[in-house]
């Protein structure tokens, strides 16, 4: 069903968008503030810390869109590209860029892994999340699992070097592998969550809060995909979560999307987005490459 395929594919990118779209307006703020600001926020407003236009991305989306082009650019090694995309993007000067991501890019002379270990020296850790919410069109782009992963941990280690960071982007895009080809969300994430880390988040919220940690960022993305009922209730929970919320609900919106397809997302949120020219246009050419190496 190749048509599914795309509804899948373009399901994935724009449920990053959206999710970082809706989290935007309630970045860096308490459960308690959200709540008695906008009750129980389900719409997108923009706003918030970076005064965002209604519908506009963060550094979320459009990281997860330099990977996407520097793989679609050479499919077989891509590094080079995507650095070169991170750099144009960084030099448009975005509003919102990780602390991490900053310093390496400030750091690059040549050398990604180089960059990545000295910004790791420099701030005494990597362990941030800015390399998970950006990792998806890894498994978007490649039907071949074991080049999955390659490029997973490739692209992760251009920013971050602590090795948690990749090990959560590996798993994501496991769940990412199964869910294009059609497995259940919960029975996906579960079987690949066992024996890592992640196990111990099935029924208890997480005892850790919804900060740009790898760690806790990935296990309440977990928690809420395991417990959402459908897309709308996976990018609502992560945007009233406040704390780190356009990236965790960019990271729960992309596994989201693949699942419930383009179709299951609101029309309001797809149509909303900005960058929908951009979004569509990356999206068919993953559909080409994916689909020209299956044949």
């Not at 395929?5 to 970045?27: H, I, N, P, Q, S």
């Not at 990412?176 to 992640?198: F, H, M, N, Q, V």
């Not at 029924?203 to 900060?211: A, L, R, T, V, Y």
């Not at 960058?275 to 994916?290: C, F, G, Q, T």
């Amino acid at each position: 069903m190749q048509d599914q395929m795309l509804d899948r594919l373009k399901g994935g990118l724009y449920g990053v968008a959206v999710g970082d779209a809706l989290g935007g307006t309630t970045e860096f703020m308490s459960v308690r503030e959200v709540k008695a600001q906008y009750g129980y926020l389900t719409e997108i407003i923009g706003g918030g810390v970076w005064q965002l236009e209604p519908g506009e991305v963060t550094d979320d989306t459009m990281m997860t869109l330099c990977v996407a082009e520097g793989i679609l650019e050479n499919p077989a090694e891509p590094m080079e590209a995507i650095g070169r995309y991170f750099l144009e993007w960084y030099q448009s000067r975005p509003k919102d860029i990780g602390n991490i991501i900053r310093h390496v890019f400030e750091k690059y002379e040549g050398d990604w892994l180089e960059s990545a270990f000295i910004a790791h020296a420099d701030m005494g850790q990597s362990g941030g999340n800015g390399s998970l919410m950006r990792c998806l069109p890894a498994a978007l782009a490649y039907n071949d699992p074991a080049e999955v992963e390659r490029v997973t941990i490739t692209q992760s280690r251009m920013t971050h070097y602590d090795p948690r960071c990749a090990e959560a982007c590996v798993i994501y895009n496991r769940i990412a592998d199964r869910l294009l080809r059609g497995e259940e969300l919960s029975e996906a994430i579960l079987t690949e969550i066992k024996g890592s880390e992640y196990e111990g988040i099935i029924e208890d919220e997480p005892d850790c809060p919804p900060s740009g940690f790898v760690v806790h960022t990935f296990r309440w993305v977990l928690h809420i995909l395991l417990h959402a009922t459908d897309f709308s209730d996976a990018v609502q929970r992560a945007a009233n979560l406040g704390g780190d919320s356009d990236t965790i609900g960019a990271i729960a919106g992309g596994l989201a999307g693949i699942y419930y397809g383009y179709e299951g997302i609101p029309a309001k949120y797809a149509e909303a987005i900005l960058i929908k020219d951009r979004l569509d246009r990356v999206v068919s050419l993953l559909y080409a490459l994916r689909t020209s190496s299956s044949a």
